[in-house]
């Protein structure tokens, strides 16, 4: 399975954007990168993915790098209700829908 | 829309006794992922079941065994409990295994503790 690094810890200001960033060299042409957030006492919940293109919805953007060896989530403006541990996974499409975790990494927002 | 729910919330064992733990899907997902979570880490795959058939299944024992049911609700069945099985146990459910971006939503977990 290919695997993940992200620094086990951030901290951002409030309101501030957040760069929280995934190096996953081992990623092959058909993995897709998907971001997960796990808030305090919750399961993960989705955040954002892309394969390619640089991708925005309406909590973060992702932005991945032109060798899609790693990407960006990027949080535009920071808020309390963010603070959770933020999981890159890489996701072969032959694996159907088994997602293998890292530890990801752990955001604090500063008030 | 009802979200996926897990039964129950917490629960405590003593090695070598056995445990069932429960999950809901989501309303019209077929696909159930069961995830193990010890403290400070991340989830762990376990297995995944599709339309009431294992697809698939990350690196546990199999005293860890599973059913899903025609409603595609879940059972995750560990026997012979040991002190490293205390963990938080996530369920996820989706819609279809096939395809590799479809996103998974997971319940609120069941604490296990193993005494």
């Known amino acids: 399975d290919a695997k993940t690094t992200q620094p086990n810890s951030m901290e951002s200001n409030e309101e501030e954007p957040v760069h929280l960033p995934c190096n996953h060299s081992t990623i092959s042409g058909t993995d897709y990168i998907h971001w997960y957030r796990q808030l305090p006492s919750q399961g993960p919940e989705y955040v954002i993915h892309?394969?390619?293109s640089n991708v925005n919805n309406r909590m973060a953007s992702l932005a991945i790098a032109e060798d899609r060896k790693s990407s960006t989530l990027i949080l535009h403006r920071a808020t309390l209700r963010d603070a959770a541990v933020y999981y890159c996974i890489l996701r072969a499409s032959y694996t159907g829908n088994q997602f293998y975790f890292g530890t990801g990494t752990s955001l604090t927002v500063i008030p | 829309e009802t979200g996926v729910t897990q039964s129950p919330t917490h629960l405590i064992k003593t090695r070598g006794q056995q445990v069932t733990l429960r999950c809901s899907s989501q309303?019209?997902?077929?696909?159930v992922s069961w995830y193990q979570q010890a403290l400070g880490q991340g989830p762990q795959f376990i297995f995944q079941?599709?339309?009431?058939?294992?697809?698939g299944r990350g690196n546990f024992p199999p005293r860890f065994s599973g059913l899903q049911f025609p409603n595609y609700s879940s059972e995750l069945n560990v026997n012979a409990l040991e002190l490293d099985d205390s963990a938080l146990y996530l369920c996820?459910?989706?819609?279809?295994?096939?395809?590799?971006?479809?996103?998974?939503?997971f319940g609120p977990g069941t604490r296990l503790t193993v005494l």
């Open positions: 309303s019209g997902h077929n696909t």
């Open positions: 892309g394969l390619t």
């Open positions: 079941y599709y339309r009431e058939e294992e697809n």
């Open positions: 996820a459910s989706s819609l279809d295994q096939v395809s590799s971006y479809n996103e998974q939503f």
